[in-house]
């Protein structure tokens, strides 16, 4: 089965903080993505990379930047957190070769204070 | 951008019950996915449709995608408790990106 790990389920931050939400899949998965969802509406793309090296802004990406040096990890990086970066973030990964099903991480409630 | 509308965004549904949820793009896709999130839980994939008119049944889920390919619908026919969470669409464009709808809750009354 795929698996989508994600480092932290829950995190506790303030205001200005940096932080770090790490990603890994085991599946050798090309592409990698990482949501935002908030009660009605749905999940948000931020950021997502096709390749090593690789990263494309989503349709929110302000406020954030993302990193990708090997295949199986994406990280996620908050330089300076704020009170409306309070939310779930979901890791997804797909492969480029199938249908382009997305397989999401358990997801990771973030808090800043 | 390209938006997705899924509606109604609650659906209270009595046990036995069949409901349909409704997704809407603002441009053509090039496909859609269904997505569902129990309580507590990440999205699963459920099924994607790509062709014009297309539909697919899943046991007692059946999803169509509309003709124009902007539109998208899930029917659940005797719902069950097991049917309860949140439901998805994503509509596909240009870039293979996904664009989500804002799901439908779905709630069974027993």
């Known amino acids: 089965d795929v698996k989508v790990t994600q480092s932290s389920r829950y995190l506790v931050k303030r205001t200005g903080e940096k932080v770090f939400l790490e990603c890994v899949q085991d599946?050798?998965?090309?592409?990698m993505f990482w949501y935002r969802q908030d009660p009605g509406l749905g999940l948000r793309l931020i950021y997502f990379?096709?390749?090593?090296?690789?990263?494309e802004k989503g349709d929110i990406p302000e406020g954030y930047s993302v990193s990708r040096e090997k295949k199986e990890r994406f990280s996620l990086i908050l330089e300076s957190a704020s009170t409306n970066q309070t939310s779930m973030y979901l890791c997804?990964?797909?492969?480029?070769?199938?249908?382009?099903?997305?397989?999401f991480g358990e997801g990771s409630r973030l808090t800043v204070l | 951008g390209q938006q997705v509308m899924q509606i109604p965004q609650y659906q209270h549904v009595q046990e036995g019950e069949d409901f349909t949820t409704y997704c809407n793009s603002s441009?053509?896709?090039?496909?859609i996915q269904w997505y569902k999130q129990r309580p507590g839980g990440h999205p699963v994939f459920l099924i994607q449709l790509v062709k014009s008119g297309e539909v697919k049944k899943q046991k007692r889920l059946t999803f169509q995608f509309g003709e124009a390919k902007k539109n998208s619908s899930l029917h659940i026919t005797a719902t069950q408790t097991t049917d309860v969470g949140t439901y998805f669409c994503a509509g596909g464009a240009a870039g293979n990106k996904l664009t989500f709808g804002g799901g439908t809750r779905v709630l069974v009354k027993p």
């Open positions: 997804a990964s797909s492969s480029a070769a199938n249908t382009g099903e997305l397989f």
């Open positions: 990379s096709y390749d090593v090296k690789m990263k």
């Open positions: 441009t053509t896709l090039s496909n």
């Open positions: 599946m050798d998965h090309e592409n």
